[in-house]
């Protein structure tokens, strides 16, 4: 895997080795992950408590995830850059919102920042590199 070619390309390599990092702490000590975002760690979960099933589903999609990110900062693709940012705003409105609203621990707002900040960075980055926007060439 090449290392990431531009200023882009390195907020989304960082992001992605983060997401992949996180991931995998969530398979291997999923109450560790529970307890950094804010959530009641419980020795014993009752029957019907999906918690283990919901954190080793999550924690492999970010593992995924993380890669997909660094695949694509390794290539340079821009276009993939850009469609990171709405969507990762979107998600820093959604997880910002479950914590306003009472919904989630206020350390998941941790989450949420970690969206919103890289979606900036990485806008801030494109729109340096003029690459913020696709180039409108007539085909």
Known sequence: ???????????IAVFG????????????????QLSMLGFEVLEVRPAGDYTAVFMAASSMAAVN???YYMFAASADYTPFFRWT???RLVTFTVFTT????????????????????GALITG????REGKLMPSRQAA
């Open 98 to 117: 479950l914590v306003v609203t009472g919904t989630a621990p206020s350390g998941f707002f941790g989450v949420g920042l970690w969206e919103g900040l």
């Open 17 to 32: 080795f983060l997401a992949f990092a996180l991931g995998l702490l969530g398979l291997i000590s999923p109450g560790t």
């Open 124 to 127: 801030f980055a494109l729109w």
């Open 85 to 87: 940012v709405p969507f």
């Open 1 to 11: 895997m090449r290392l990431p070619r531009s200023f882009s390309g390195w907020t």
């Open 65 to 67: 995830m993380g890669v």
